[in-house]
């Protein structure tokens, strides 16, 4: 891989979100995260995707992955400071959006 070396940044509710996941996905979440966002985290993919408006949460940003997309991880990049601010993690359950065990719309 090329190009800048990102920082991650986990928001403390983002610590509080993964309570709500189960245990057995918190490893697969962290490296995908890591995979996912250390180069490159502005740039589109299939399951990376810029949010039309900000969350709640101030993200401006979507990852999604597992299978059937089933996590969705909301950041923010600071292309000038080299940092990704990761501020929460959700489960979707058919149509619905799940962010620390409540259910949220985004």
């Known amino acids: 891989m090329t190009g800048k070396r990102f920082e991650l940044i986990y928001d403390t509710e983002f610590v509080a979100h993964m309570h709500s996941i189960e245990r057995k996905y918190h490893a697969f979440i962290r490296t995908t995260i890591e995979q996912q966002l250390i180069f490159e985290p502005n740039v589109e993919t299939r399951n990376r995707k810029r949010l039309t408006r900000a969350s709640d949460f101030g993200a401006r940003w979507e990852l999604r992955f597992g299978v059937n997309n089933k996590f969705r991880v909301f950041y923010s990049v600071y292309p000038e400071k080299a940092e990704v601010h990761i501020l929460?993690?959700?489960?979707?359950?058919?149509?619905?959006?799940?962010?620390?065990?409540?259910?949220?719309?985004?």
């Open 88 to 106: 929460a993690i959700g489960v979707k359950v058919r149509e619905r959006l799940y962010i620390g065990g409540k259910e949220v719309s985004v």
